[in-house]
């Protein structure tokens, strides 16, 4: 064994040793970990999203489980979507949406239904703006609130429209966020 060292020692300084060509012993760097990981993993190709949020919102699965919960399902679809907004955008605007349940059991009695208007408004133009910094700009607004909702009320489809509008731009500002991460 060379200087002391014991033959295992020895053969793994060899291991990382070179003869230069005047015979003297030359120690050379360990080889740098590759990208693999030490077991063998790759690099994911995309960044993924810390939290992952659901890209299944439908209208006919919200009128159908609306249906059979009793409405039950309808606050849990409009208490998800104000939480999905908060998680997403916040960061970005600096704004926090009311959450529905508050909204629906509190807020919106106590004010004789004048909130449920105002925070439909305001979630409205922040899903809309939230759309637009994705790439999608003009796909949801505060009108659309206003002309399929309210108004559209009247012609006994708009609200249906309304909600598909959201759910969709819900849909891509979610699906954006898990494949972007930001």
Not at 46 to 58: D, E, L, V
Not at 118 to 146: K, T
């Amino acid at each position: 064994a060379a200087a002391g060292l014991t033959s295992a020692e020895a053969a793994g300084t060899m291991a990382g040793a070179a003869v230069a060509p005047t015979g003297e012993l030359v120690t050379t760097a360990p080889p740098a970990p590759s990208q693999a990981g030490a077991y063998g993993q790759s690099a994911p190709a995309m960044p993924t999203a810390a939290n992952s949020f659901t890209t299944s919102r439908s209208l006919i699965g919200y009128l159908i489980a609306s249906f059979f919960t009793f409405g039950l399902y309808s606050l849990y679809r409009w208490s998800e979507i104000s939480s999905t907004i908060n998680a997403i955008a916040s960061r970005y605007d600096g704004r926090k949406t009311m959450h529905y349940l508050l909204l629906a059991l509190i807020v919106a009695p106590l004010t004789l239904g004048i909130g449920y208007f105002v925070w439909s408004h305001n979630i409205c133009g922040r899903i809309g703006a939230e759309a637009a910094r994705r790439g999608r700009p003009g796909m949801l607004s505060s009108a659309d609130f206003w002309l399929w909702m309210v108004l559209g009320s009247l012609i006994i489809v708009g609200p249906f429209v309304y909600c598909y509008r959201v759910f969709q731009a819900m849909n891509f500002i979610s699906e954006s966020y898990n494949t972007q991460g930001i």
